[in-house]
């Protein structure tokens, strides 16, 4: 065995090994362009052993599937140049290929001369390298200086062995330089090849990595890295100056950082999360955390471990701001709590009418009672539970219909001083036939052409309560006095309905407007009526004027409620209009 000999199966072996890495490569990343230019070096190691067994007086026939291995060497490495651009590999090559195949067949079995054998196949290479260059000018996307490496290599390499073709048949003597030519020119072929699969990946790394960051600095939530020896931050999102207001450089130059997120009684929770030891593969706290202003919101605080060869390296988190979670969790709670306490209260107001009035009836069916004005006493007290039944009832009805924005109303415009008179007219009869006091305080230089936009008879219905409540209050021979006018701001029309009875607790005046509350009193209980949604009703029509209802209290001193309503003003509404 020669040198050229060993010299050519050396280079043939490099080649299947280097066909192997492409393969194992393509196994790994699923990159076609790999995956062909594989099959490109096993056929380029098949043609070198051809080579090795047709030189001399080798049989025809090995130099005849040299060339068959060659053509499908260009053919693979035209593929690799397709689908590094993700371009649609047209099938005329394969045909083509086939053609040549039958071709090279024919010559073998009817012994045609080289030249016949390698024209044909010789310029179906010519073909496929000129497509080649073509291909990385027109479509590659690398830098110009990498396009113009990639094209002469190419292009020398396909040109190359085109003409090794005809050297072989016009200087057979002088061949053996140009097969050293040509494998070491292979092996030049096959480092481009590697330097652009390389740059494509780093291409592709960047890439990966801009994007990455792009989602991670534009993310509201706050993602972290955080090594574990020696510990520290290692990189932390932007996003954290905007949730927490500190700068990622607060978090990079105190590895413990996160301990001044949290309140004293929270730190063991917070750092149970940085101790890897501890910690399954994810944990997830709640916690409430501290921006830098002090304001407290909170976060849920998630870290998994991060593992290299079995060990754990480092920890990745992310902080997320879930304030709006848990109020919404709060009001769901205190909704399901209030709809409970909803429900308790009708079963209740319901109940002790109904109660009496059964036991009424009975009485009445069983002729219990032995006088006639002691039946037709039990006849009034079942009329008028009968009433209270009914007005629970209505009173329900309007407050379900104006919490879910059903009711209707008929806003009209009203002058300041007419809606003033009639509200008192129309009221201040009631205060009189209670034994009390009436005192009106009506600022009509103020409200001397004012107007409002209400439903005149839902404000009065608002007034009635007003009314109802303050006479329930007072004690016997009291006053009430109601006054009407225009805020300090001059932009609202106000009327305030104040007694001088037992008064409301300051605990209890934060829920004075809530369904069905009740004030501990028992002057009040003595004469409680009600259905308990007079006020709740009253603050959901006054809203629905964009209007407020305030209530002011002290024991034994008296209440004083009071309407504030916007006023009209007809130049602000042209402008608008």
Not at 154 to 159: K, S
Not at 434 to 463: C, M, P, Y
Not at 518 to 536: C, F, I, N, P, Q
Request: proline share 3%.
């Amino acid at each position: 065995m020669n040198t050229l000999t060993i010299i050519l199966l050396a280079f043939g072996g490099i080649s299947l090994g280097i066909a192997s890495v492409y393969f194992y490569i393509f196994a790994r990343s699923k990159e076609r362009f790999l995956q062909f230019w594989g099959l490109c070096w096993v056929s380029y190691s098949c043609s070198l052993l051809l080579l090795i067994l047709g030189r001399g007086e080798g049989p025809h026939v090995f130099l005849a599937l040299r060339k068959a291995f060659d053509l499908y060497n260009i053919l693979f490495l035209l593929y690799g140049v397709y689908s590094f651009q993700n371009l649609r590999i047209p099938g005329y090559w394969a045909r083509f290929s086939f053609y040549l195949l039958i071709w090279v067949s024919l010559a073998v079995i009817y012994n045609f001369d080289l030249m016949s054998l390698y024209v044909p196949t010789s310029t179906y290479q010519v073909c496929a390298t000129f497509t080649i260059c073509y291909l990385i000018i027109r479509f590659w996307e690398v830098p110009d200086i990498e396009k113009l490496a990639s094209v002469i290599i190419f292009g020398l390499w396909g040109f190359g062995k085109v003409a090794i073709s005809i050297i072989e048949i016009i200087y057979p003597d002088n061949i053996p330089v140009f097969y050293l030519a040509e494998v070491i020119f292979s092996n030049v072929l096959n480092f481009m090849v590697v330097v652009i699969y390389l740059q494509r990946a780093e291409s592709k790394l960047y890439v990966a990595e801009k994007q990455f960051k792009l989602i991670a600095e534009n993310a509201s939530d706050v993602i972290f890295f955080y090594k574990i020896n020696p510990a520290a931050f290692s990189y932390i999102t932007p996003s954290v100056e905007k949730l927490l207001g500190y700068l990622p450089r607060d978090f990079y130059e105190n590895a413990e950082f996160y301990l001044q997120l949290v309140s004293p009684e929270d730190q063991p929770t917070i750092c149970k999360l940085f101790d890897y030891k501890a910690l399954n593969d994810e944990n997830r706290r709640e916690l409430r955390v501290f921006r830098k202003n002090g304001q407290p919101i909170w976060a849920e605080i998630s870290t998994t471990l991060v593992f290299e060869n079995g060990e754990p390296i480092a920890l990745e988190g992310v902080i997320r701001d879930i304030t709006d979670m848990k109020m919404a969790q709060e009001q769901m709670l205190v909704s399901k709590k209030s709809r409970e306490v909803f429900l308790s209260y009708i079963s209740h107001e319901l109940k002790t009418p109904v109660t009496s009035l059964l036991a009424y009836i009975t009485a009445l069916r069983g002729d219990t009672f032995e006088s006639e004005e002691q039946r037709s006493d039990a006849i009034e007290v079942i009329y008028k539970k009968t009433l209270t039944l009914e007005r629970l009832i209505y009173d329900l009805f309007q407050l379900s219909k104006l919490e879910t924005k059903q009711f209707s109303f008929e806003f009209m415009v009203i002058d300041g001083q007419d809606l003033a008179a009639s509200l008192i007219n129309e009221h201040g009869l009631d205060i009189k036939n209670a034994g009390l006091k009436l005192v009106n305080k009506v600022d009509t230089a103020a409200l001397d052409g004012t107007s409002v936009i209400v439903d005149e008879a839902r404000i009065h219905q608002v007034f009635s309560n007003i009314i109802a409540n303050a006479i329930r209050f007072s004690r016997k021979g009291g006053t009430i006095k109601i006054s009407f006018g225009l805020d300090a701001k001059r932009k609202n029309l106000e009327f305030s309905v104040r007694d001088y009875g037992v008064g409301i607790a300051a605990k209890d005046i934060p829920y004075i407007f809530d369904r069905f509350y009740r004030v501990d009193s028992g002057e009040r209980s003595a004469r409680e009526d009600t259905s308990g949604l007079g006020m709740t009703i009253s603050k959901e029509i006054v809203e629905a004027h964009n209007g407020t209802i305030t209530a002011r209290s002290r024991l034994q001193r008296g209440s004083t409620f009071t309407v504030s309503l916007p006023l009209y003003i007809e130049k602000d509404m042209d402008q608008t209009s």
